[in-house]
């Protein structure tokens, strides 16, 4: 079977960096183009250190795209409190060796689509406001698209607020947007993402693997392990955005359920909450994720990494 184009749409973070390396890293897609956010740090940050990981990986024939440098309407927020100043505090990285596109991310995007051999499958992994303004700008192309798999959301808590995710509270508009534009959708939420945590068993096992990018991995995920330490007093970090890639990979990894889901927009306690209705009242503009296979799942992580 000929491999999944994929578009990676990125705020890297020390998850990000993870998703990114298990996407180049299996066999079942081709990362067909690399875009950046403003999310866990500035864009400038995010896109220096989309090309750092990049370079650490060897990837050839990529360059990353720059996108939005602030969310649609609300102020900015960032993540320095997990993802440290830089975006990606912890390891040694290389000075970049990737080239930055001129082209804008949305246009990047629009000229992948355009160009590709079948639908592509986005993969975002931060706030939606790349996705959000390539829908609006381009309409025409959303039959190019053949899914959209982002990490963001949660049926239940978050954690930025009692009711909201990071990646849907950054940027709630534009997660809107993106809601209701009748594309295919998958939100892999929180919900999800906390059955894939690193413990120190995982950690180990790619410690066990040789060459440069395990290595990346796990200083990646030494410097996440003592921020969600600190800040939510969990022992180990669910690496969030590798989840999202694995349900392109292997979809059996990851049940999901139909629902409707609106992002709240309003609420003065509940400002980005993804507000998922399982009952069936209104129709499914989207499938949740609910349950992952874990030990598949880091088989999944571990082939890949191995690749690299
Ligand atoms: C999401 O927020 C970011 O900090 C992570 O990179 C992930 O995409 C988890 O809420
Ligand atoms: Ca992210």
Redesign the pocket.
């Known amino acids: 079977m000929s491999p999944t184009p994929v578009i990676l749409d990125?705020?890297?973070?020390?998850?990000?960096a993870i998703?990114m390396l298990v996407a180049l890293g299996s066999p079942a897609l081709e990362v067909v183009g690399i875009t950046t956010v403003a999310?866990?740090q500035t864009l400038a940050r995010t896109t220096r250190n989309a090309c750092r990981v990049l370079t650490v990986a060897g990837a050839r024939g990529l360059e990353v795209a720059a996108g939005a440098d602030r969310p649609l309407v609300r102020d900015q927020v960032l993540?320095a409190d997990?993802?440290g100043e830089s975006g990606l505090d912890g390891p040694i990285l290389p000075d970049p060796r990737v080239a930055v596109a001129e082209e804008p991310a949305v246009l990047h995007m629009a000229r992948l689509l355009r160009a590709a051999r079948a639908p592509v499958t986005l993969i975002p992994?931060?706030p939606l406001t790349n996705v959000a303004l390539l829908l609006r700008l381009f309409p025409e192309l959303a039959g190019r698209i053949r899914e959209i798999v982002w990490?963001?959301g949660?049926t239940r808590e978050?954690?930025?607020t009692p009711a909201a995710?990071?990646?849907?509270f950054?940027d709630p508009e534009a997660a809107h947007v993106v809601f209701t534009a009748g594309v295919a959708l998958r939100m892999v939420g929180?919900n999800l993402?906390h059955q894939a945590v690193a413990t120190p068993d995982v950690v180990e096992r790619i410690a066990a693997l040789p060459g440069p990018v395990p290595r990346l991995v796990v200083d990646l995920l030494e410097f996440f392990t003592a921020s969600y330490r600190r800040v939510f007093a969990m022992p180990a970090p669910?690496v969030?955005?590798a989840c999202a890639v694995a349900a392109v990979i292997d979809p059996g990894l990851v049940t999901s359920v139909p629902a409707h889901v609106a992002v709240e927009l309003g609420g003065r306690h509940t400002y980005g909450a993804t507000v998922v209705d399982r009952g069936g009242a209104r129709p499914a503009n989207c499938q949740v994720a609910v349950e992952l296979d874990r030990s598949g799942f880091w088989d999944l992580v571990t082939a890949a990494l191995a690749r690299l």
């Open positions: 990125m705020d890297p973070g020390h998850d990000d998703a999310g866990n993540a997990i993802h992994t931060g990490m963001g949660s978050g954690n930025v995710e990071f990646n849907a950054a929180l993402t669910p969030h955005d």
